[in-house]
């Protein structure tokens, strides 16, 4: 098996790790849930964090495959367009993204002129599908529960889980937004715990329970063993009232509405309007916690 050569950049603001996941045999590469600055006072879009890993790319002389989104993300807009623009590669999510668009697409009330098919995406895998990075295989798998269209992604030994899981300390995702699931996110937990325990995971938030440093690998048989919400055995019916309580405490990300209106696009922003201005929708109470 080839042992993929695996970089994380920390964006604090969102508290969410993009990954570089190269073959060290071919410099291929994919780029793993992106992030792009969004100052939501100011509506205005900057490119730190997006252009520390096009600097990271170039200094290795890597050539990126895949531009991959693990969910449509809530808390944070994704940079791969931007990044694609620069450096290439083809933009990919679960095929199930048609169903966020067309649970959001009725949140935002966008028209027909939204189209709710995925074509925004250069490829949408269903569960099970492979794709290579040069010498590496990549396997997509199908974890819904914290959205309807989450997916992990089994690289050589490294699983990308996006918001499935957080580090041992930090439990699992919330599963209260339109289209989540405690008990399909139980099962998808279940799924990604079936891949041999010495695998690395890497996931997409880290929020430093109790002061820690941020951390962001650890393996299937830590978190097996050791998550707060799920490991030790925990059953379906504990997991469902652990996961529904404490989602009932929880606010809702403040980049929400920006986020999802992007992401679902691809990561681009809303078609400009007649004035050549672009506007991102804040549906008042369409989504109440």
């Known amino acids: 098996m080839s042992i993929p050569v695996i970089k994380g950049f920390f964006a604090p ?3 969410t790790i993009s990954y570089v996941v190269a073959d060290p045999n071919t410099k291929a590469c994919a780029v793993i ?24 790319i170039a200094r290795n002389g890597l050539q990126v495959k895949w531009l991959i989104e693990t969910h449509v993300h809530a808390d944070h807009l994704s940079a791969a367009p931007y990044i694609k623009e620069q450096l290439g590669g083809e933009i990919a999510i679960s095929r199930e993204i048609v169903l966020v668009q067309d649970i959001f697409g009725m949140v935002f009330n966008l028209g027909r002129e939204f189209r709710r ?52 300390d930090g439990g699992t995702a919330r599963a209260d937004f339109p289209g989540g699931s405690a008990s399909s996110l139980y099962h998808s937990i279940q799924k990604i715990f079936s891949l041999p325990g010495d695998f690395r995971v890497f996931v997409c938030h880290d929020y430093s329970p109790n002061g820690r440093e941020v951390r962001w690998e ?38 929400i509405m920006p986020s999802i209106q992007v992401n679902m ?21 369409g989504l109440k916690t």
């Not at 849930?33 to 990271?56: E, M, N, P, R, W």
């Not at 990075?133 to 914290?146: C, E, K, N, V």
């Not at 998550?227 to 606010?251: C, P, V, W, Y």
């Not at 696009?265 to 929708?281: D, F, I, S, T």
């Open 13 to 15: 603001e969102a508290s």
């Open 218 to 255: 650890t393996t299937i048989a830590e978190e097996q063993a050791l998550n707060i919400h799920t490991g030790g055995g925990k059953t379906e019916q504990e997991f469902i009232l652990m996961r529904t309580s404490r989602d009932a405490g929880l606010g809702m990300p403040k980049l």
């Open 117 to 168: 098919d995925g074509s925004q995406f250069d490829r949408l895998f269903c569960d099970g599908d492979t794709y290579k990075i040069g010498t590496l295989t990549g396997q997509a798998l199908h974890t819904p529960g914290h959205t309807p269209a989450c997916m992990t992604h089994v690289i050589g030994n490294a699983v990308f889980v996006g918001d499935t899981l957080f580090m041992p």
């Open 33 to 56: 849930d992106s992030v792009l600055d969004f100052d939501y006072a100011s509506g205005t879009v900057s490119y730190k964090h997006a252009d520390q890993i096009i600097k990271h």
């Open 265 to 285: 696009r691809a990561g681009n922003m809303p078609p400009a309007e007649k004035n050549g201005g672009v506007y991102l929708k804040v549906p008042v109470n």
